[in-house]
């Protein structure tokens, strides 16, 4: 089982910055490919990045390519997810995923999920 725990999130006006942390209740966490989500107010929830076991592997939806970045510490069980240039459309709940393996890259891919932190960008 594993417990994800996101934070980081809060009001930031359109082109300031804002880091997420998410952080692992578990023991083989370097077995996790991880990921981040979001979904904004009356939208299905997107994929934003993923980052592969030891790092080696990352992708990023178009939306987000060259804005934002996504990193892994094995050794202290936390992905983050440093989001730049934050536009309005940036608006909603980011989520943190979990998936044995393989990167989530799909809803239906992970396996866990964090409870989940909004990040509001003002314009």
């Known amino acids: 089982q594993v417990q994800l725990v996101e934070s980081g999130g809060g009001l930031v006006q359109a082109g300031g910055s804002l880091s997420l942390s998410c952080a692992a209740s578990?023991?083989?966490?370097?077995?996790?490919?991880m990921g981040w989500f979001r979904q904004a107010p009356g939208k299905e929830r997107e994929f934003v990045a993923a980052?592969?076991?030891?790092?080696?592997?990352?992708v990023y939806a178009d939306s987000v390519k060259g804005r934002f970045t996504i990193s892994r510490d094995n050794a202290k069980n936390t992905v983050w997810l440093r989001m730049n240039s934050l536009k309005s459309e940036d608006t909603a709940v980011y989520y943190c995923?979990?998936?044995?393996?393989?990167?989530?890259?799909?809803?239906?891919?992970?396996?866990?999920w964090g409870q989940g932190t909004q990040v509001t960008v003002s314009s």
């Open positions: 995923a979990a998936r044995y393996i393989n990167l989530p890259t799909t809803e239906f891919q992970a396996g866990y």
């Open positions: 578990t023991l083989s966490f370097s077995n996790y490919g």
């Open positions: 980052i592969s076991l030891s790092g080696g592997r990352i």
